[in-house]
């Protein structure tokens, strides 16, 4: 039996990997690849010490940090991706297609994946004008026109972001604004290059190797506009990876895995969790990777008080 399962292989997971090693707690980390979401970015500007960097140059980077530590310490059990974590007499044991491994304690960092965007053109442009990530694109399109998709807190914050240095934003929603905080949503809608669009949504993505412009309809009226625009930002949503937890952690209504802020700690004694795949306000590469060493640190002291105990 491990000391640790780590499972994840992002920011969060990798972060909680070199801390593991360098505290020698002997770990399996299980992840279907290195990365995370961010590994289809083209350009990343907000990665802490590192000017840019793309999506596969900072998975390159997050995996050769983390071999470089490993030595006799880490285990790597990469392409396996787990389908059950159960509880065990003495720890934890996780199954994937690959076979079953055991631990004392576990760290969560499943991350995962942003809602689709389902119209045509959406597919067609991904990363060609329309994404899923304003803190690493949007500085892309500063002095342009830009879309955001979404009218809640994601879609409002997006657009406050982007308010900072787009031309203007329009941000269009499919029901009112009601649903977004009241103080953020006054702030965007007052500022001058702000336009909103409620009970809308787009219906088909345009351009010519790039995106050029948004067609929507309003539900209420049946109006259908064209909105020239550079940029799609797409905020309707995170689909969390962590079904194979479902019978062992308290998840909320969307699927995230309730933690405590402290420390990172489950509802269930021997169980963290950090990153988008927990209840974490703000999803950020930088974000998770705190979060995982702030459970790390926890998760150390929790084990070695165990083993004193005994």
């Known amino acids: ?18 801390y593991a090693a360098r505290k020698r707690l002997k770990t399996i980390f299980i992840a279907d690849a290195f990365g995370g979401q961010s590994s289809d970015s083209v350009e990343i500007q907000n990665w802490i010490g590192t000017q ?3 999506g596969l140059e900072l998975a390159r980077a997050l995996e050769t940090h983390l071999r470089a530590y490993a030595g006799d310490v880490i285990e ?8 059950t974590l159960e509880q065990i007499p003495g720890g934890f044991a996780a199954t994937t ?3 079953r ?5 576990v760290l969560v960092a499943t991350g995962g994946s942003r809602r689709k965007l389902e119209v045509p053109g959406a597919a067609e442009f991904e990363h060609k004008g329309v994404t899923y990530c304003a803190s690493c694109d ?8 830009v879309v955001v998709v979404g009218g809640g807190n994601a879609g409002f914050e997006t657009a406050a972001q982007l308010l900072a240095y787009a031309k203007s934003v329009t941000l269009m929603s499919r029901s009112d604004f009601s649903r977004a905080d009241a103080k953020t949503t006054q702030a965007v809608v007052a500022h001058a290059n702000f336009v909103g669009l409620q009970n809308t949504m787009p219906t088909e993505i345009k351009g010519s190797g790039f995106v050029s412009a948004v067609v929507a309809k309003n539900s209420q009226t049946g109006e259908v506009i064209e909105i020239p625009a550079a940029g799609v930002f797409v ?12 019978n062992l952690l308290k998840l909320d209504a969307l699927g995230r895995i309730a933690v405590d802020a402290k420390n990172q700690r489950t509802g269930v004694a021997g169980v963290w969790a950090a990153g988008d795949c927990t209840d974490e306000l703000y999803h950020q590469n930088n974000i998770a990777a705190g979060d995982a060493v702030k459970a790390l640190e926890d998760i150390y002291v929790w084990l070695k008080s165990a083993t004193a105990a005994q």
């Open 235 to 246: 905020e309707i949503g995170m689909l969390p990876s962590t079904n194979f937890a479902k």
């Open 76 to 83: 790597l059990a990469l392409g396996e991706r787990v389908t």
């Open 101 to 105: 491994r055991e631990a004392r304690a």
């Open 97 to 99: 297609p690959k076979g």
């Open 1 to 18: 039996m491990y000391d640790l399962m780590i499972i994840g292989g992002g920011p969060a997971g990798v972060a909680a990997g070199v």
């Open 52 to 54: 840019k960097i793309s």
């Open 138 to 145: 949007g500085p892309l399109f500063a002095g342009q026109d």
